[in-house]
C-alpha cells in the first residue's frame, strides 16, 4: 500500500510539475508580449506628439502665407475698385 502511495505522490508531483512549467511558459510569453506592447504604445504616443509639432509649424506657416496673400488681394480689389472708376470717368467723357 505504501508503495502505491509513492507512486501516486510521484505521479501526482510529476503532472504538477508539468502543469506549473506550462504555466511558467505562457506566463513568460505573457510578459515579452506586454513589453512589446508597451514599447509599440510609447513608439506611438511618440510619433503623435511629432506629428502634433509638424501641425501646428505648419498652421503657423499657412496663417502667415494666407495673411499674405490676403492682403494682396485686397491691395487687388482695390486697385481694381480704382480702375472701374477711371473706366466710368473715360466712358462718361467720351460719350
Known amino acids: 500500500m505504501d508503495g502505491k502511495i509513492v507512486l501516486d505522490t510521484t505521479v501526482a508531483l510529476f503532472f504538477g ?3 506549473v512549467a506550462i504555466l511558467g511558459f505562457f506566463l513568460v510569453r505573457t510578459y515579452n508580449i506586454i513589453d512589446k506592447l508597451t514599447d509599440s504604445i510609447q513608439d506611438f504616443n511618440s510619433t503623435i506628439k511629432v506629428l502634433q ?3 501646428e509649424n505648419r498652421d503657423s506657416a499657412c496663417k502667415a502665407t494666407h495673411q499674405v496673400i490676403n492682403e494682396r488681394l485686397n ?3 482695390a486697385a481694381i475698385k480704382q480702375h472701374d472708376k477711371e473706366i466710368a470717368e473715360i466712358k462718361v467723357k467720351i460719350e
Open 17 to 19: 510539475g508539468i502543469i
Open 75 to 77: 491691395n487687388h480689389s
Open 53 to 55: 509639432e509638424r501641425d
